[in-house]
């Protein structure tokens, strides 16, 4: 739940930034996000200066630069110990709403549209202000804290007693694809769409705070439980635009060792998301949520 834009202080922030009218409160969201007229404002939390940093020049490095609209930076800075950044507000239907309408053929083909997308964002050159974490280093603090993670979560005690095994027989190298700018939750909730006379296509991307340079098979897991949710045709049509063999052998494992990896991975949410039966094990669910 976001916290709620305190009338006084949005008042202040709508005076200094001479926003055209009250700022109202997005409903979804990590952080405070409010929109006056066609703009939209990211205030964020008392030492957050990093993330807005990496927020405000992610938009500054792909404006043009990809197939989807980006909002376009009006300002950043700090107001009264919170860093905001100032941004257009996107045209376009947010995905997550109209996905459950949508059947099989328009969801491939938003896949295949993601799929390019990826493509060109992994080309982009990263903005410095990213965080870069060592990949070996990441990996192995990630799994020293996965099992304690999970259980905060609820998830199965038979999927958490089988992590480490399942780790230790992993492929987490970096991968034939390198290194570059991810954006981590490409998700329906983050993407717009609109419709055109061959059906809808991808129109915008947005939150960019989250962005890091990692691998870019990293940015796999993410898409297959967040946008794919699991449909196997679908995933599919996104590793083929985004330039990965989806017939690769023991793809599927190194995807699921790489949500594993993911820092907001949550195994419980995953397996909602899905409808999967948990009694599997992983083995069974890296191939259900993974293969194509």
Not at 142 to 163: K, M, T, Y
Not at 200 to 215: I, K, N, S
Not at 222 to 251: C, K, Q, T
Request: proline share 8%; with cysteine.
């Amino acid at each position: 739940m976001q916290p709620s834009i305190d009338p006084e202080l949005g008042d202040r922030l709508r005076r200094a930034l001479r926003l055209p009218g009250p700022l109202t409160r997005f409903a979804r969201g990590s952080v405070l996000v409010g929109h006056s007229g066609d703009a939209v404002l990211k205030l964020f939390m008392p030492g957050e200066e990093a993330h807005a940093r990496a927020e405000a020049d992610c938009l500054r490095a792909l404006a043009g630069r990809l197939p989807v609209a980006t909002p376009e930076l009006r300002a950043s800075g700090s107001f009264e110990d919170h860093p905001y950044v100032l941004m257009s507000r996107l045209p376009g239907r947010e995905l997550y709403e109209l996905w459950p309408e949508l059947g099989r053929a328009d969801r491939e083909e938003l896949g295949r549209q993601l799929g390019e997308l990826m493509r060109c964002l992994g080309r982009v050159p990263p903005p410095n202000s990213l965080p870069r974490p060592e990949w070996e280093g990441w990996c192995a603090e990630r799994s020293a804290g996965l099992q304690a993670r999970q259980r905060r979560f609820r998830v199965e005690p038979a999927l958490i007693d089988a992590l480490p095994a399942f780790l230790a027989q992993a492929d987490l190298r970096e991968g034939e694809r390198g290194t570059g700018l991810t954006h981590t939750e490409l998700m329906l909730d983050h993407l717009l769409v609109a419709p055109t006379e061959r059906g809808w296509r991808l129109t915008g991307l947005f939150d960019f705070e989250p962005a890091m340079v990692l691998p870019l098979d990293y940015e796999l897991s993410s898409v297959g439980i967040f946008f794919g949710g699991g449909e196997a045709s679908v995933f599919r049509a996104v590793l083929v635009a985004a330039g990965v063999d989806p017939d690769r052998p023991g793809l599927a494992r190194r995807i699921m060792a790489l949500f594993l990896m993911h820092r907001y991975c949550n195994l419980r949410f995953a397996l909602e998301r899905t409808g999967a039966d948990p009694s599997r094990g992983l083995g069974s669910l890296a191939e259900q949520w993974f293969r194509v």
